[in-house]
């Protein structure tokens, strides 16, 4: 069982950075592909990065490439999605989640976090 809770979200501007943190319970944190989705009023829920259990291999959306990265720290249980150069179309609930050896591309978490808003205003 793992458990997953997202900080860090919030109001910027168009232009501005922001970084939300996801930080997780259990003992084999490691062991876990993890992942960043968001979605938007009205649109579909979309995967914006990953990274491999292994850290070796990551995923990024088209729409954010270059602007995204990101990162995870196995002795604090915690990923991290940093975001810069944030746009408007942006703005959207972000979801922090897991799954056991996942592939990055593929990702098909069994575990989810509650989500945080996170609004770019122009």
């Known amino acids: 069982q793992v458990q997953l809770v997202e900080s860090g979200g919030g109001l910027v501007q168009a232009g501005g950075s922001l970084r939300v943190s996801c930080a997780a319970s259990?003992?084999?944190?490691?062991?876990?592909?993890m992942g960043w989705f968001r979605q938007a009023p009205g649109k579909e829920r979309e995967l914006v990065a990953a990274?491999?259990?292994?850290?070796?291999?990551?995923y990024y959306a088209d729409s954010v490439k270059g602007r995204f990265t990101i990162s995870r720290d196995n002795a604090k249980n915690t990923v991290y999605l940093q975001m810069n150069s944030l746009k408007p179309e942006d703005t959207a609930t972000y979801y922090c989640?897991?799954?056991?050896?996942?592939?990055?591309?593929?990702?098909?978490?069994?575990?989810w976090g509650q989500g945080t808003q996170v609004t770019v205003s122009s």
């Open positions: 259990g003992r084999t944190f490691s062991k876990y592909t």
């Open positions: 989640a897991a799954e056991y050896r996942g592939l990055v591309a593929t990702l098909e978490p069994r575990y």
């Open positions: 990274m491999s259990w292994t850290g070796s291999s990551t």
